[in-house]
Structures are given as structure tokens and as C-alpha cells.
């Protein structure tokens, strides 16, 4: 028994690393999309009935609610990773797939909305994964920075952190306003910084 719990303990952290296995990708593209449409205390019931699995199999993969938020979190965040350098390859030019990748990132940000809340007394998880966000997602949103500049243009004042940070509270009101369209904000926030190196 012993063993089982300690084995049971040690499979968020190494699930949560790294690309889920096909059955566990299921499960968090599922509830990512029940959390943005009702929040992260969405029950159970709901994230498994949209993944099509019993109850069961989300407690199986995810004891604990902070561990199944956590691991949406990573897997989001990895999603945004990847999707950098594929859309720099298959975009019609630098600057699409720099569009492209902040229009994901806008899901993300909606995404993980009221993750502070579900891993309320845990600052130093939330550090670990604001650390994380930030080691993965600066550098690729600063190689499409780089590579949607005009050949030959000053480099632009704005480092990808200080984009994404604008990015991020462009985003703020977004869940509790229909009417705020963060989307396009954020498409003229690139305009904007897109257009200092010209100047």
C-alpha cells in the first residue's frame, strides 16, 4: 500500500513534464475547453463526459483538482511552444505566424484563467510555473519577434517579456467582459510594436 501511494505520488510531477501520452492528451484538451467555459472548479463530471471517459479515468490520471489544473497549465504551455517554430515554417510570411502564435496565446491566456484561485496557498508552485511559462514562452515569442522584423530594421525597443506581459494584461477583462475584444487589441499591440523598429 505503501508503495502504491508513493507511486501514485510521483506521477503528476512526471506526467506534468514534457508531451502527454496520447489518452492523457485527450483528458486535457477536454478539460482546457470545459475551463474556459466554466471556469476550473468546472465538476468532474463535466470535463469527463466532454473527454468521453468515466469519472474514474480523470482521478486515475489526476488525483487532486491543483493537479489536473497544473498539468492543463503544461500542456498549454508546451502546445504554444511547439506551435512557434511549426507556424514560422508553415505561415506565408514571418509576421502571419507571429499573428498566428499571439492569437494562441490569447486562448492560453483565457485558458488558465482562475489557475491562481485553484492553487490558492501554494505561492511557491505558482512561482515554479510562472518560472516555467516564462522559460518556455520568451524565447519563442522572441524568435517571431526577430523573424517578423523587416530585413535591415532597428531592433525594437520592446523585449518578447515585456510583449507578453502587455499581451497578458490586455487579457485581463477579457472573461468578464463580452464586449472587450482582446483578440484585435492585442493584433494592434504586434501592430505597434511591430512599426517602432521603423521608425
Known amino acids: 500500500m505503501a508503495d502504491t501511494h ?12 514534457g508531451r502527454p501520452r496520447q489518452s492523457e492528451q485527450a483528458l486535457l484538451d477536454a478539460a482546457a475547453a470545459v475551463f474556459v467555459t466554466s471556469g476550473v472548479d468546472a465538476p468532474v463530471r463535466e470535463i469527463a463526459a466532454k473527454a468521453g471517459v468515466g469519472v474514474g479515468t480523470i482521478y486515475r ?5 491543483p493537479e489536473l489544473v497544473v498539468a492543463v497549465y503544461r500542456h498549454q504551455v508546451e502546445a504554444c511552444a511547439e506551435a512557434g517554430p ?3 515554417a508553415e505561415s506565408a510570411s514571418p509576421e502571419a505566424a507571429l499573428r498566428a502564435w499571439v492569437a494562441l496565446f490569447v486562448d ?6 482562475g489557475l491562481a484561485g485553484a492553487l490558492q496557498g501554494d505561492n511557491a508552485g505558482s512561482d515554479a510555473l510562472h518560472t516555467y511559462f516564462v522559460g518556455r514562452l520568451v524565447p519563442v515569442c522572441g524568435s517571431l519577434l526577430e523573424a517578423a522584423r523587416e ?3 532597428a531592433a525594437t ?6 510583449v507578453l506581459k502587455g499581451i497578458g494584461n490586455l487579457c485581463i477583462s477579457a ?3 463580452a464586449q472587450y475584444d482582446a483578440a484585435a487589441l492585442v493584433q ?8 517602432r523598429g521603423d521608425r
Do not use: C, M, W
Open 6 to 17: 508513493r507511486e501514485q505520488s510521483r506521477v503528476p510531477r512526471s506526467r506534468n513534464v
Open 61 to 65: 490520471h489526476f488525483p487532486t483538482r
Open 86 to 88: 511549426r507556424l514560422l
Open 108 to 113: 492560453f491566456l483565457v485558458t488558465k484563467h
Open 151 to 153: 530585413p535591415g530594421a
Open 157 to 162: 525597443e520592446i523585449d518578447a517579456y515585456n
Open 175 to 177: 472573461s468578464s467582459d
Open 188 to 195: 494592434l499591440l504586434i501592430s505597434g510594436v511591430l512599426a
